[in-house]
């Protein structure tokens, strides 16, 4: 059986490829019919595991590297190749069996796996960064339609929005939709929090948000909107490094609460702090960590505040 790259999987289910690539994919799906049974998909488990061995087999003929942060992204490209070849599969399945009626009425999720933040491309090559733990959802009809539409279920994202004056892209929040035609912008959203919070690096963008007055953002802009009480609380000014520096795997603080500190931490790697003391509530930190590995910023936390850490697992105190 031939070997195939993620990357090329992935063209595929975005229909990017061109007639070479398009070929050399189909020739691989068929050799995977043993899958499907009445054009359904059975997976049974053994042939998962065959999909994730081809898989896993691309992905380490890349060059070694040192940097953990870069192991996690090699592990990320087969974490989202595993998680959406079922979806590869399933599609050139119904192509071939003429029910492009039932596949226009799904829809495409991802999920970044807990402590690695990933990075895809949208089918009109709009490039979204996830950070770990966030999920995102787009219809089958994605390029399609008259309105590109994204929807963050949860968690962070950072866009780079493809320009395209004829069809605005929206991004649907539970609690607002932002309006854009091409610009770069994070949003935050996780379901812990009280305060959505969206900014802006680039272009312009409209948040607009059942009952309340339409918001809009320039450049270097960062609007909170306060979900409960369905309201925008500010729209102020904000250091762009900070907001966004995750998807250059750089965590940013200036005079930050500990405590926030932790949370973000706990976000970009997919961890939980319990805490055993309150003796860092007075505490703020400043400091950047530039594509540190979790127990480096621990390490630098611990020298510049005293605060005490014992790892577990996916778990770690905080004394």
């Not at 609380?233 to 940013?252: H, P």
């Amino acid at each position: 059986m031939k070997h195939i790259s993620p990357e090329l999987l992935q063209k595929y289910s975005q229909h990017l490829c061109n007639t070479d690539e398009k070929a050399v994919v189909e020739e691989w799906l068929n050799e995977q019919n043993n899958i499907f049974k009445d054009g359904l998909l059975q997976a049974p488990v053994r042939n998962e595991e065959l999909v994730k061995n081809d898989i896993w087999k691309g992905i380490q003929q890349r060059k070694n590297s040192s940097s953990s942060l870069r192991f996690m992204l090699y592990k990320t490209l087969a974490a989202a190749c595993i998680t959406g070849i079922i979806g590869v599969l399933s599609y050139y399945q119904f192509n071939k069996t003429d029910t492009k009626t039932q596949l226009a009425a799904t829809a495409i999720s991802f999920t970044a796996p807990a402590g690695e933040p990933s990075t895809l491309f949208l089918p009109d090559s709009s490039k979204v960064y996830l950070m770990s733990g966030s999920t995102i959802s787009y219809s089958t009809n994605f390029s399609s339609e008259n309105n590109r539409v994204l929807q963050l279920e949860q968690g962070e994202i950072f866009l780079e929005v493809t320009h395209n004056e004829k069809k605005p892209f929206l991004l649907e929040c539970v609690s607002g939709t932002i309006k854009v035609l091409g610009t770069k912008f994070n949003v935050k959203n996780n379901f812990k929090d009280s305060l959505l919070y969206v900014t802006l690096n680039e272009g312009s963008i409209q948040f607009e948000a059942a009952g309340t007055i339409p918001q809009k953002l320039i450049p270097g802009q960062q609007l909170l909107f306060n979900k409960q009480q369905n309201k925008t609380i500010a729209l102020q000014a904000t250091n762009l490094d900070i907001a966004t520096g995750w998807i250059n795997k750089q965590l940013i603080f200036k005079e930050a609460p500990v405590h926030q500190v932790l949370e973000r931490i706990e976000s970009y790697y997919g961890i939980r702090f319990i805490k055993k003391s309150s003796a860092d509530s007075d505490k703020t930190l400043t400091g950047t960590f530039d594509n540190m590995n979790l127990k480096e910023v621990l390490t630098m936390i611990h020298f510049s505040t005293s605060i005490q850490f014992k790892i577990e697992q996916h778990t770690i105190t905080v004394y």
